[in-house]
């Protein structure tokens, strides 16, 4: 949430100022912009919707993460149900929905399943390169194309599976420490891509004109908005810090 703020004060002040005729902020008010603030709505930022599930995911998991010690098949098993009652409804934007994919994370990590897929995809005879990037085009293709199911449902399928096969490929082009030192960026850039290519600067980000190149360039933009984000936090962090506290996302990230 320390990110989120930083991000929601650096840019929701300049999008009610320059834009405030555009829809999303043309019925502002008090109201509007404390619930943007806690993540209640998301009518600044379409694209933070997942906000407010993601707090509920982790404010009930002190439960599920019992009931899951104690028989994670079951609980899989329940959350699976619920989250077809909220498919078959068409609700995707549901805590119901995402219980699922969550739950489905902590099954993975309980029982090692992907050191133990890992494993097996090292003793694929065609595991090279060539096959990485066909493996990442058909899950692409198929992400893009499908008709079969609604696209956040197949993502928990595919996410895991373009997450395995994208590591390999980027160790074996040597660059693991590129996307290392993007990762540290990572929530930033969710965050803030979508002011950069959707509500502020189309003009400036997609000024190279060539989609690869736009790409490049929007990932320059949000990361160096990231370093500013981050030195503000590190501002923040060391205004607040003592040997209980410490609110960087590295230090939280050592101690899970």
């Not at 002190?62 to 994670?72: G, K, L, M």
């Not at 933009?221 to 370093?227: A, D, G, P």
Request: proline share 2%; aromatic share 22%.
């Amino acid at each position: 949430m320390i990110n989120y703020w930083v991000v929601f004060l650096l840019f929701i002040p300049v999008g009610l100022y320059f834009f405030g005729n555009s829809d999303r902020f043309q019925n502002n008010s008090i109201m509007d912009f404390l619930r943007n603030f806690i993540a209640l709505s998301s009518s600044y930022n379409g694209e933070w919707w997942f906000l407010y599930d993601y707090i509920l995911l982790l404010l009930i998991f002190p439960v599920t993460f019992q009931a899951f010690q104690r028989n994670a098949w079951v609980t899989l098993l329940i959350a699976g149900l619920v989250f077809y009652n909220s498919y078959s409804q068409g609700n995707y934007y549901s805590i119901m929905y995402w219980q699922l994919p969550f739950m489905m994370g902590l099954f993975f990590a309980k029982y090692k399943l992907y050191s133990w897929i890992s494993k097996i995809y090292n003793f694929i005879i065609f595991n090279n390169i060539i096959f990485d990037i066909i493996i990442i085009v058909v899950l692409f293709r198929f992400r893009t194309t499908s008709q079969l199911f609604e696209k956040t449902t197949i993502d928990m399928i595919i996410a895991p599976l373009f997450i395995l096969v994208s590591i390999h490929l980027m160790s074996k082009l040597k660059l693991t420490k590129v996307f290392a030192y993007l990762g540290k960026s990572s929530m930033n850039i969710w965050l803030t891509h979508t002011f950069f290519c959707y509500y502020y600067f189309q003009n400036i980000v997609f000024l190279p004109r060539v989609s690869i190149l736009i790409l490049l360039w929007l990932v320059l933009l949000t990361v160096l908005t990231s370093i500013i984000v981050n030195s503000i936090i590190t501002i923040i962090n060391n205004k607040l810090y003592s040997k209980y506290i410490d609110l960087s996302s590295n230090h939280v990230g050592r101690q899970v």
